[in-house]
């Protein structure tokens, strides 16, 4: 009378869900037969792979490009939710008006102009609007401008903000410490272009980093003011 084999429960679903090796291939490492390890599984309540299955494959969201995997999918998944797979075939076909590559955009996010990335975006500011063609354009004064800032007296100023907010950003909080430099900026609450009367003012200045200074400057920072 032959002796059963047992086969730990752990052993058997990690070889065959993690290793993805198929019974036959279980049957040779256990030196026995491919129904031997079949029955195994059954009694373990293992359920077997179907045919054109795949387990724990990596690929990366064609919507929102983040990185998941797939398991018991056929084939193969390109997105991460069933709202990416609808969002991504509600996104017409965009030609980047810089490089002239096709991308798909949300119709909500659709502009004059549209770029497929940063960079284009950037290069397209870059040769664009310059001068007159900038929709900040305000005549030509910043010569005058950055004469005011290189002055001994906007300096001065500059140096008072810093000592005043104790050398640390008034929004995140970061200062200079050991280990770590901080570029900070003395920030005109009531803008130095258009409020010249408030240059000066040690009430019309903050101390913000680098970061936080480029963020007051951007359109989330103009909603914030």
Request: hydrophobic content about 25%; aromatic content about 12%; some cysteine.
């Amino acid at each position: 009378m032959s002796t059963k084999i047992e086969i730990e429960k752990e052993l058997l679903n990690s070889l065959y869900y993690g290793n993805i090796y198929s019974s036959t291939k279980l049957a040779s490492i256990f030196d026995c037969s491919h129904i031997t390890i079949l029955e195994r599984m059954k009694e373990h309540n293992i359920d077997r792979i179907k045919n054109g299955y795949k387990l724990n494959v990596g690929f990366t969201c064609k919507n929102c490009g983040k990185k998941s995997t797939y398991h018991g999918k056929k084939a193969t998944s390109c997105f991460c939710s069933w709202k990416c797979y609808v969002d991504y075939h509600n996104k017409p076909n965009i030609i980047c008006d810089y490089c002239g590559k096709i991308f798909r955009k949300s119709p909500s996010h659709i502009q004059n102009n549209n770029f497929c990335s940063k960079k284009c975006y950037g290069e397209w500011r870059s040769n664009n609007q310059k001068g007159k063609d900038n929709p900040r354009w305000k005549g030509g004064i910043t010569p005058k401008h950055q004469k005011i800032r290189n002055s001994k007296k906007f300096s001065i100023w500059r140096l008072n903000i810093y000592k005043k907010n104790g050398y640390t950003c008034q929004l995140c909080g970061e200062k200079n410490r050991k280990g770590k430099t901080i570029k900070l900026n003395a920030h005109h609450i009531k803008s130095f272009a258009d409020y010249p009367e408030y240059r000066f003012d040690m009430d019309n200045g903050i101390t913000l980093c680098k970061d936080c200074h480029y963020w007051v400057h951007s359109i989330k920072g103009d909603e914030m003011q």
